[in-house]
């Protein structure tokens, strides 16, 4: 790279303050007498007045310091700097329009909120998006503390709903917002190929007593915090979150090579591992412990989206059946979104 290279590429960029300044509404009554050629016509085309429209062109031009129109028994032409500045003016245009769809309910994405990518209710919407692909989704995670921070993000329109396991629907729900459990996840004990419980077919909550179950990432105060807490109270377990959380891979790479440890995961969590982990997922049966997802949302939310992922859900809906389930006394009964 040469040093002509090099310092063209360093600089900083500049904006230009007088354009930093340009008023859209200005900007977008230029355009429409560029098209339509009459002040009149432009003016009723934006549905404000002549004079409007004549103010909006002087302020624009005053901001530039240029003339953009000549006026001629045959409308207004574009002066040169007038047709230099057209195609950027559009582009101007063209941004503003996105940028407002991308907030808009009802012409912006759906919004949906999930812990992770990888669990129950992110699969539930990709069934979602194949049974709806006209409706643009946006899976996100942007409140990974609680559910709380999730409701907030719901009532400030942030996003649009959440699936979260709701702790104290009493304190939570309120304002219209409101939640339906939808979906229960059983959990699965999952091992390396050495742990005394690999070759088990299934277990019971019984049999993993005194066995180190290692879920590293626990945050205190959030719901799968309460849910493991209450899981472990209830049946005597030892549940460890010690140690940094260095995500699932390297809780997979642990695992694969321990004899002692264990965790849990829900039977519908995607997990990814080489095939030389050999790992186990082995069902926990007797009871069987469910994490129960909820769907919240705003009863104000006008986004068409909301109403058909409520619709396919009620559609979808399949709470676990197995013989005998556990949930924590907090969780909320079945009910259709």
């Known amino acids: 790279m040469s040093n002509s290279q090099h310092t063209e590429e360093s600089q900083p960029t500049v904006v230009d303050e007088a354009a930093a300044d340009l008023d859209v509404g200005a ?5 429409a007498v560029t098209e339509e050629r009459y002040f009149s016509e432009a003016a009723a085309r934006l549905g404000i007045s002549q004079q409007a429209v004549s103010k909006r062109i002087a302020m624009l031009e005053k901001d530039l310091g240029v003339a953009l129109f000549t006026r001629t028994s045959r409308g207004a032409q574009l002066t040169v700097d007038g047709q230099a500045f057209l195609p950027h003016a559009r582009k101007l245009l063209r941004v503003e329009a ?20 990888r669990i129950g209710p992110a699969a539930l919407l990709r069934n979602f998006h194949r049974a709806h692909p006209d409706i643009e989704l946006d899976v996100v995670t942007l409140v990974d503390t609680d559910v709380d921070a999730a409701i907030a993000a ?13 702790t104290a629907p009493e304190q939570q729900l309120r304002d219209g917002v409101t939640a339906a ?11 390396g190929p050495t742990h005394q419980l690999a070759a088990a077919r299934a277990v019971t909550p019984a049999d993993l007593v005194g066995h180190r179950i290692w879920i590293p990432g626990i945050v205190p105060g959030t719901e799968w915090a309460a849910y493991y ?14 140690g940094p959380n260095f995500g699932t891979d390297h809780l997979l790479d642990v695992l694969a090579d321990s004899s002692t440890l264990a965790s849990l995961s829900g039977e519908q969590v ?4 080489p095939a030389d982990y050999d790992l186990r997922r082995i069902p926990v049966r007797e009871p069987t412990p469910v994490y129960p997802h909820s769907l919240i ?29 556990w949930a924590p006394k907090w969780a909320m009964p079945h009910a259709s979104p």
Not at 107 to 113: E, S
């Open 270 to 273: 995607r997990l990814l591992w």
């Open 181 to 191: 459990r939808v979906l229960d996840d059983p959990h699965e004990l999952l091992t």
């Open 229 to 242: 807490d209450e899981l472990a109270a209830a049946f005597g377990l030892t549940i460890e979150r010690v």
């Open 27 to 31: 900007v977008r009554a230029f355009v």
């Open 98 to 117: 996105r940028a407002v769809a991308a907030v808009r309910p009802g012409r912006r994405a759906l919004r949906v909120d999930v812990l992770n990518h």
């Open 154 to 166: 719901i009532r400030s329109g942030a996003i649009d709903a959440s699936f979260r396991a709701v």
């Open 297 to 325: 949302w705003h009863r104000d939310n006008p986004h068409p989206g909301l109403a058909a992922l409520r619709s396919c859900i009620r559609a979808m809906q399949r709470p676990y059946h197995g013989a005998k389930t």
